[in-house]
């Protein structure tokens, strides 16, 4: 029986810097290690501690697996700072992923704030690998200036795929940059999707998730059509700490993807 506990080895092959504080992690299991978009993992140093992640690569590629981790705390300063080929430790994967099968045949509106756009990134490549299943995907996605988007080198090619629509903006500007200029909400005002047949799902900082949320149903959409992936406040991954708790719900078990029928009613769930 597997170890639920037991976290297994990998390798730390290659470290992408992102931004000034975002970097992109690429790792080689040493055994057999696969996940779904949208669960999350324990990333481990070992013998200092763990953290949970969602992957942000493509679920698709058994053989290494990319986590873009933001500086924020104790154990990802001590990642941003370690050298390449260093031992770490993956446990998991754990959680429920995106219903992609519910996705067939619909509008895929997706919108991303900041660092949210790494666990989207792992849905945008199952998107890409079956974009025949899927009406359409619709990216919309925010960041604080251009220095601050992830990915910056991969957007471009993502908007030439066919089905695909993406627009960016930022909240401050520079003098190169000729896109969007405003909060994500002031590119959400006519979403390019048909609300019968269509699913958003949301994903970045809390406050951002309050708002875009509000104005999706603001625009039409459904609480139940509305994906949230909710990964603040995890901590052990299997529900034995309590931490993540949510209304009845732990967000490492239950989640963490919700659709917003079932948060709509729990108290504070941007808190």
Not at 115 to 143: N, T
Not at 204 to 232: H, R, W, Y
């Amino acid at each position: 029986m597997k170890n639920i506990f037991r976290p297994i080895k990998a390798t730390l092959e290659d470290v992408i810097s992102e931004t000034s504080n975002i970097k992109t992690f690429v790792l080689r299991p040493k055994e057999e290690f696969s996940f779904r978009t949208g669960q999350f993992v324990e990333l481990t140093i070992p013998g200092i501690g763990e953290a949970p992640f969602t992957p942000s690569s493509d679920p698709g590629n058994k053989e290494k697996i990319d986590i873009t981790i933001m500086k924020a705390g104790r154990v990802t300063s001590l990642l941003h700072t370690s050298p390449k080929n260093i031992s770490l430790g993956i446990r998991g994967p754990y959680g429920k992923g995106y219903p992609l099968e519910k996705f067939y045949g619909k509008d895929v509106f997706i919108v991303g704030g900041g660092v949210g756009l790494a666990p989207l990134r792992s849905l945008l490549f199952s998107l890409f690998a079956e974009i025949d299943k899927y009406h359409k995907v619709v990216l919309r996605y925010g960041a604080r200036s251009p220095r601050d988007i992830v990915y910056k080198d991969q957007i471009p090619k993502w908007q030439q795929l066919k089905k695909v629509d993406i627009i960016t903006t930022v909240d401050v500007g520079d003098a190169q940059w000729s896109g969007n200029v405003g909060l994500i909400t002031t590119i959400l005002k006519e979403p390019p999707v048909d609300l019968k047949k269509a699913v958003a799902i949301v994903c970045g900082p809390p406050i951002m998730m309050k708002f875009v949320t509000l104005k999706l149903l603001d625009l039409g959409f459904n609480p139940a059509e509305i994906f949230l992936s909710m990964e603040k406040n995890m901590s052990c991954g299997l529900g034995k700490c309590g931490h993540c708790r949510l209304g009845s719900f732990y967000i490492c078990k239950d989640g963490p993807v919700f659709t917003y029928e079932q948060l709509k009613d729990v108290h504070d769930i941007w808190d």
